[in-house]
């Protein structure tokens, strides 16, 4: 069956403008997880949904950064103001739903903010 | 604290074994991962230990868990040129949103 998908696969953007990151998880998984990349680093957690729900949005800098899934499936990171400091990879990943299930991650959003 | 450390690299020779270690700082933690990420590809995951196992063994892969010192390692058995990537270890919080939190990563070159 088809994976986790992301779209773009790379953005390319000026400091200072807003960009929207697409997420499709598998479908009837029913948790979404965003992270970053940042070069040479481990994923950094950003937000888990469990449902349409953010459950834990600690991982989020600042108050640029929003995510929503409003029916429980798609999802869409949205940054605003974007800076240079964002530029990374953004690794979307989906479960099941249940505590410990694996996480199936897609193949990352590459941005760029010049 | 939650705080994973890899090594950056290690270089091994085709058909050798390979030792890729971490350590972690967050003693409650219920799983600990080790995933593989290769160039344009997404993260894969290969294996994982659950924090009352000492040991886990799965086809070239052995895992082995210390709580003791914090310390987990990955053995790969039989290098393939095929088995370099990019390795993180990632560990997951006892707050129920199993999100995961991911070393640095060690970078595995395997010469032919």
């Known amino acids: 069956g088809a994976g986790v998908s992301q779209t773009p696969s790379n953005k390319v953007t000026e400091k200072g403008k807003y960009v929207e990151l697409r997420c499709d998880p598998i479908?009837?998984?029913?948790?979404l997880y965003w992270y970053r990349q940042s070069l040479g680093q481990g994923p950094e957690f950003l937000i888990y949904?469990?449902?349409?729900?953010?459950?834990?949005d600690s991982g989020l800098p600042n108050d640029r950064f929003f995510a929503v899934r409003p029916e429980g499936s798609v999802s869409t990171l949205k940054i605003q103001r974007t800076e240079r400091g964002d530029s990374a990879v953004y690794l979307c990943?989906?479960?099941?739903?249940?505590?410990?299930?694996?996480?199936?991650f897609g193949p990352g959003t590459r941005l760029t903010v010049t | 604290g939650e705080d994973v450390e890899q090594s950056l690299f290690l270089s091994v020779r085709e058909g050798d074994s390979s030792v890729i270690n971490c350590t972690y700082t967050d003693s409650s933690s219920t799983y600990l991962y080790w995933y593989k990420q290769e160039p344009g590809a997404g993260l894969q995951l290969l294996t994982y230990?659950?924090?009352?196992?000492d040991m886990k063994q799965d086809q070239r892969l052995t895992v082995l868990l210390n709580k003791k010192d914090k310390h987990l390692s990955l053995r790969i058995a039989d290098t393939q040129t095929g088995d370099s990537a990019i390795y993180f270890c990632?560990?997951?919080?006892?707050?129920?949103?199993?999100?995961?939190?991911f070393g640095t990563g060690t970078l595995l070159a395997v010469q032919p």
């Open positions: 949904f469990q449902g349409t729900g953010a459950a834990d």
């Open positions: 990632a560990e997951t919080p006892p707050d129920a949103t199993n999100k995961l939190i």
């Open positions: 990943a989906s479960s099941p739903g249940q505590v410990d299930d694996e996480q199936y």
């Open positions: 479908s009837g998984h029913t948790a």
């Open positions: 230990i659950f924090s009352n196992m």
